[in-house]
């Protein structure tokens, strides 16, 4: 599967688009699924933090920002860790 594929299924996992993700939407729910996207890009697809910029057309410190946030999210807490889980499942299909 290619990343591509991933993006989408993750984003429809979520209930968005992918055009949802990579805008500049702002509101907490598109936020959230689009952190969880660049941490499972990021910790299970292996891509670096700067190819992620530049897909989804951010700053390389943004994306290190958010994937420390989400990997603390992860790490602590139950909901996260299960959200998490789901994505992996996901991507491994």
Do not use: P, W
């Not at 990997?71 to 299960?82: G, H």
Request: proline residues 0%; hydrophobic residues 40%.
């Amino acid at each position: 599967m290619s990343i591509e594929d991933k993006i989408i299924k993750m984003a429809e996992f979520f209930g968005y688009r992918v055009e949802d993700i990579v805008g500049r939407n702002a509101n907490r729910k598109v936020s959230m699924a689009r952190n969880y996207i660049f941490y499972v890009l990021h910790t299970n697809c292996g891509m670096s933090a700067n190819a992620i910029a530049r897909k989804f057309n951010r700053q390389c410190r943004h994306i290190f920002r958010q994937n420390a946030v989400t990997k603390y999210q992860v790490e602590n807490f139950n909901d996260s860790k299960e959200i998490y889980a789901k994505l992996q499942l996901l991507i491994s299909e």
